[in-house]
């Protein structure tokens, strides 16, 4: 088996050679994406659901068009408009969902850990697409794919995640799987935005984008998560970009050959100039978006094959 899990639910039980398993995989269906067909049959008459309670734009489509390019009948679950408005729980939700034999579930939760929890009460396999400010398993993947095209290696790099780490799941997971394949992995932000207990994570933290900047091999922002803040963590927008967006000037502190990258949705002119975002010269933001489908497509891809291995 390459890879020993019936769920994804986070980057923090694979294994090094479970990531490179998916990375490679994904490989391939980078290749199948851009030819004229674009379509496998590996989940063919298997059944993959989506439910998603949180807005989402990329990672929905993403998951929805990764099963369909692989033959999957792919449901998506309108989660405002479903009998969670009439007091249903995440759980009753999940089990009723689960009587008509899913084989994927892909869940997007706004709590820490629901998806864990709901991968516990069900028989198909779940693909957690963010809790919270917990885990975003796929995110990371695909950045991880991403790193590795335009570096050509995914260790000993040094990467950089800037900017609201406390409110982030893309950040977590990223730190998690660029620690197992042994980067080095600086966070740069305000100490407002810093999660507590970060030094154990391994990481070097900064609050000034020069000094943590010198050197890097990646740029990663992240976008100000003003729907998590439930109290006043910059003292403004104006002063938040002059100190930590991303522009050229504070990029020329990096490596010459540095790449950014951006998970989406950006605020443009908040954490990152725009027509440093859009500069194909630098930016794979555009990249991470295709690495998203072919990295979807490999993670469902194994997981349906241990379900079938386990039917057998
Ligand atoms: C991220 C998320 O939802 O966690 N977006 C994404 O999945 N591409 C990051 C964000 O919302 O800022």
Redesign the pocket.
């Known amino acids: 088996m390459r890879f020993r899990h019936s769920h994804l639910l986070g980057i923090e039980p694979l294994a090094p050679d479970e990531i490179r398993a998916v990375l490679d995989l994904a490989d391939d269906y980078v290749a199948l994406n851009r030819s004229a067909t674009k379509h496998a049959e590996v989940l063919s008459g298997l059944t993959q659901i989506n439910m998603f309670f949180?807005a989402?734009?990329?990672?929905q489509a993403s998951f929805e068009l990764a099963g369909k390019r692989l033959g999957a009948d792919v449901m998506n679950m309108g989660m405002q408009a479903s009998s969670l408005k009439k007091g249903e729980t995440l759980i009753d939700t999940a089990l009723t969902l689960n009587a008509m034999h899913p084989d994927l579930l892909v869940v997007?939760h706004p709590q820490s850990g629901a998806v864990n929890l709901l991968a516990e009460k069900v028989t198909c396999s779940v693909l957690n697409?963010?809790d919270g400010r917990h885990e975003?398993p796929t995110?990371a993947l695909l950045d991880a794919l991403t790193i590795r095209r335009a570096k050509g290696r995914l260790h000993r790099l040094t990467v950089a995640i800037c900017g609201d780490i406390a409110h982030?799941?893309?950040a977590r997971s990223n730190i998690l799987l660029l620690g197992k394949m042994e980067n080095r992995v600086r966070l740069i932000g305000p100490p407002t935005l810093m999660p507590a207990g970060i030094g154990e994570f391994g990481v070097e933290v900064y609050d000034d984008m020069a000094a943590g900047l010198a050197d890097a091999d990646v740029v990663m922002m992240?976008?100000l998560?003003k729907e998590r803040m439930d109290g006043a963590f910059i003292p403004s927008e104006r002063e938040y970009y002059h100190r930590f967006g991303l522009d050229a000037e504070k990029l020329a502190h990096a490596k010459p050959d540095a790449i950014v990258m951006h998970?989406?949705?950006m605020n443009r002119g908040v954490e990152i100039d725009g027509t440093l975002a859009d500069d194909i010269n630098r930016s794979v933001i555009k990249d991470q978006v295709e690495m998203?489908v072919a990295v979807r497509m490999a993670a469902m891809h194994l997981l349906a094959e241990n379900r079938r291995a386990a039917a057998a």
């Open positions: 949180e989402s734009t990329r990672t997007r697409a963010g975003h995110q982030s799941r893309v992240l976008r998560q998970p989406g949705p998203g």
